[in-house]
């Protein structure tokens, strides 16, 4: 298995051990940039953040650790966030 079908299915930020969704969350999937494929529990995100996008901390960015790729929905309430790129 390579390191993109292991990264699939996955939820940014869960524990290794248990990466995948859960049931009754919402989520969207994260589209291009370093964190490709992964998938962003919006279940308890803010009006401002599912509008205009959040900045998710990567080690695998442009910047490395502390690093952040910035994704933005593609429509409002959106199940697809775009890679707008990393900021440090």
């Known amino acids: 298995m390579d390191e993109l079908e292991f990264m699939r299915g996955r939820v940014y930020g869960a524990d290794h051990d248990d990466p995948g969704p859960r049931p009754g969350r919402v989520y969207a999937q994260l589209v291009g940039g370093p964190l490709d494929g992964l998938l962003l529990d919006i ?17 695998i960015g442009r910047y490395g650790p502390g690093g952040r790729a910035v994704y933005t929905p593609r429509a409002a309430r959106g199940s697809r966030f775009d890679w ?5």
Do not use: I, N, Q
């Not at 707008?84 to 440090?88: H, I, L, M, N, T």
């Open 43 to 59: 279940t308890d995100r803010s009006e401002h953040e599912l509008r205009d996008g959040v900045a998710l901390r990567t080690e």
């Open 84 to 88: 707008r790129g990393d900021v440090p």
